[in-house]
């Protein structure tokens, strides 16, 4: 049971908070901004880890049916296996990380884990459910990108060292992950058009650097490749290559990576 509820919280998804908490904290390297609270950060890292694996845990709960005659998506936890419903309630508790975040770290870091838990009930339960929607890619990972980026940034003190293009960069690209991995080639061109554009001008304007660029771009570029291939062969083997690349090779980059700059 307990394996369960460990496997429903998708770990190596962690990629995707480490990947943006890199990012924030290259501009406080680039800054030359000192990084005095290194083990809040380490905290915070976890906390939206933590935090997200529950989500998640919503989202496949929400999803039995669907999932069930899905075949990419039966090796999910609660596919599998069938748990009681006052154990995954009580796996549910994600009062203990706002518990944590309210008690240690900064009230905005706390706010930002409360956007997180609000978009994912509003994209995910009745009855606004928005991912039966056409407004689903507005607020799935486009919208998760830009908060998980968000809550390290204050805990560097500044939402806004990240400049805002980034932010706008990283809400484009999140949307376009998701449009291709719900096989909509035409919309995710579009947007990765658009986000093209915004990332040229972000580097122009010296809102990034090339080494910002790579850990932007490169990382999620190489898993976007198999997405985009998806659309047109092999779904299955592009997608469980993309989720290699991204969510496990990757991982440890973006970790290691964070452990030097902070410390």
Request: hydrophobic share 55%.
């Amino acid at each position: 049971m307990i394996k369960t509820l460990i496997k429903s919280t998708r770990l190596s998804w962690a990629s995707k908070n480490a990947n943006m908490y890199l990012l924030a904290l290259t501009y406080a390297y680039f800054y030359a901004k000192p990084i005095n609270n290194p083990f809040e950060i380490i905290l915070g890292l976890i906390l939206v880890t933590v935090l997200w694996g529950a989500l998640y845990t919503l989202n496949d709960l929400t999803d039995l049916d669907v999932d069930g005659r899905d075949r990419n998506k039966q090796n999910r936890a609660f596919i599998q296996n069938s748990v009681d419903q006052k154990f995954i309630l009580l796996f549910f508790t994600i009062s203990a990380v706002f518990i944590i975040s309210f008690s240690i770290l900064p009230p905005a870091f706390t706010l930002i884990l409360s956007l997180m838990l609000l978009n994912q009930f509003i994209y995910t339960l009745p009855p606004i459910r928005l991912k039966e929607t056409v407004l689903a890619p507005f607020f799935s990972t486009a919208t998760n990108s830009v908060l998980r980026l968000a809550s390290c940034a204050v805990l560097l003190g500044n939402v806004f060292l990240v400049p805002l293009s980034v932010y706008i960069f990283m809400y484009l690209a999140g949307m376009g992950t998701y449009l291709m991995y719900k096989s909509k080639p035409k919309p995710a061109s579009l947007v990765g058009i658009i986000g093209g554009l915004v990332i040229l001008y972000a580097l122009l304007a010296g809102d990034m650097n090339i080494i910002q660029f790579a850990v932007a771009i490169l990382p999620s570029f190489l898993a976007a490749i198999p997405l985009y291939l998806s659309l047109f062969t092999k779904k299955d083997d592009m997608f469980r290559l993309a989720d290699i690349l991204y969510h496990q090779v990757a991982m440890v980059f973006f970790l290691l990576c964070i452990l030097i700059i902070v410390f």
